[in-house]
T-cell receptor
Framework: DAGVIQSPRHEVTEMGQEVTLRCKPISGHDYLFWYRQTMMRGLELLIY????????DSGMPEDRFSAKMPNASFSTLKIQPSEPRDSAVYFC????????????FGEGSRLTVL | GESVGLHLPTLSVQEGDNSIINCAYS??????FIWYKQESGKGPQFIID?????DKRQGQRVTVLLNKTVKHLSLQIAATQPGDSAVYFCAENLNTGNQFYFGTGTSLTVIP
C-alpha cells in the first residue's frame, strides 16, 4: 500500500502566482481531506470530499482557494493568487467508511510564498 | 468547529521514564478520539484511538485514558525512547462525516 501521495513536497513561489497542490488518496478510500498546518493555528481542516463530492468547504479561507476531486484517485488544491500568509504545510488525508473514521495522512506539501 | 486544546505545549522526559500528554476537548458530543504522532517533516501518524463508550485503551507501550466527565484525554507512553520524540496531537470526531478537529499539539523531547 503506497499510502497517500502528495506533490510537490516543497514549493517556493512569488506572491501573486498560482499554486496547485496534488493528492492521490489510498485506493478504496471514499473520504479525502485537505488540511493546512501552521505554527500559529495548528492543523486546520480546509475542505473534505466524500465519493468525490465536496461536503464541507467552510474551512477554505477565501475565494482564492479552490479544491477539486475529478475522480476517486486524484484531488487538487489551488491557490490563485497566492499570498505570503498562505505559507504553510498542506496535508491531504483519506479515510474509508468501512474502516472507521481513522485518517491516513500524506507527507505534506510545504508552501512558501515570497 | 469545536476547539481542542492541549495543556502543555512542550514536554521533556528522560529516556526510560513514562510520559503523559494531556488534551482537553470542548464538545461533549464527540464520540471518537485519536492520538497522532508527527515527526519532523512528516505527516501525522495514527497511534491509538478510543471511543466514548470506553475510558481506557491500551496499545503497545501506549495507553489512552478518556474522562468524559471533565472532557479530558491523555496519552501515556511507557518507557519513553528517543524515537518517541515528536509532536503529539489529539483529535476529536463528532461522527458527522468522518470530520476531525485537532488540538494544537505537544512537543515531546526525549533526553538520552
Amino acid at each position: 500500500d503506497a499510502g497517500v501521495i502528495q506533490s510537490p513536497r516543497h514549493e517556493v513561489t512569488e506572491m501573486g502566482q498560482e499554486v496547485t497542490l496534488r493528492c492521490k488518496p489510498i485506493s478504496g478510500h471514499d473520504y479525502l481531506f485537505w488540511y493546512r498546518q501552521t505554527m500559529m493555528r495548528g492543523l486546520e481542516l480546509l475542505i473534505y470530499f466524500n465519493n468525490n463530492v465536496p461536503i464541507d468547504d467552510s474551512g477554505m479561507p477565501e475565494d482564492r482557494f479552490s479544491a477539486k476531486m475529478p475522480n476517486a484517485s486524484f484531488s487538487t488544491l489551488k491557490i490563485q493568487p497566492s499570498e505570503p500568509r498562505d505559507s504553510a504545510v498542506y496535508f491531504c488525508a483519506s479515510s474509508a467508511t468501512w474502516g472507521g473514521p481513522q485518517l491516513f495522512f500524506g507527507e505534506g506539501s510545504r508552501l512558501t510564498v515570497l | 468547529g469545536e476547539s481542542v486544546g492541549l495543556h502543555l505545549p512542550t514536554l521533556s522526559v528522560q529516556e526510560g521514564d513514562n510520559s503523559i500528554i494531556n488534551c482537553a476537548y470542548s464538545n461533549s458530543a464527540s464520540d471518537y478520539f485519536i492520538w497522532y504522532k508527527q515527526e519532523s517533516g512528516k505527516g501525522p501518524q495514527f497511534i491509538i484511538d478510543i471511543r466514548s463508550n470506553m475510558d481506557k485503551r491500551q496499545g503497545q507501550r501506549v495507553t489512552v485514558l478518556l474522562n468524559k466527565t471533565v472532557k479530558h484525554l491523555s496519552l501515556q507512553i511507557a518507557a519513553t525512547q528517543p524515537g518517541d520524540s515528536a509532536v503529539y496531537f489529539c483529535a476529536e470526531n463528532l461522527n458527522t462525516g468522518n470530520q476531525f478537529y485537532f488540538g494544537t499539539g505537544t512537543s515531546l523531547t526525549v533526553i538520552p
